[in-house]
């Protein structure tokens, strides 16, 4: 499985972006997809996650009602809406797949392949 992430770019506070995830492959529907961050300094974070079927969405609690995950099986793709950006939500963000257990979807190594990562910026 390959994954191309794009649809980063520089924002102000309060602003908009779409993340989209292309993955190549025929097993895609059959992994949760995740994403993830990584701010200068700090460790990858977990965002969001949802399920094969894309019935089933988790978020971490700092951007629970602003992020919204979704996938479309017949195209391998996957998205993180992000609403209300704020400057703490500056990373590069990284989109997962390759994880079968729901149960493990916060924890990186649950995944077993990783895009490239796309910056994001928030400005104040």
């Known amino acids: 499985v390959q994954l191309q992430a794009s649809g980063g770019g520089l924002v102000q506070a309060g602003g908009s972006l779409r993340l989209s995830c292309k993955a190549s492959?025929?097993?895609?529907?059959?992994?949760?997809m995740g994403w993830f961050r990584q701010a200068p300094g700090k460790e990858r974070e977990f965002v969001a996650a949802?399920?094969?079927?894309?019935?089933?969405?988790y978020y971490a609690d700092s951007v629970k009602g602003r992020f919204t995950i979704s996938r479309d099986n017949a195209r391998n793709m996957v998205y993180l809406q992000m609403k209300n950006l704020k400057p703490e939500d500056t990373a590069v963000y990284y989109c997962?797949?390759?994880?079968?257990?729901?149960?493990?979807?916060?924890?990186?190594?649950?995944?077993?392949?990783w895009g490239q990562g796309t910056q994001v910026t928030v400005s104040s």
């Open positions: 997962a797949s390759g994880a079968q257990n729901w149960n493990a979807k916060q924890t990186a190594r649950t995944y077993g392949f």
């Open positions: 492959g025929r097993t895609f529907s059959s992994y949760v």
């Open positions: 949802i399920s094969t079927s894309g019935a089933t969405t």
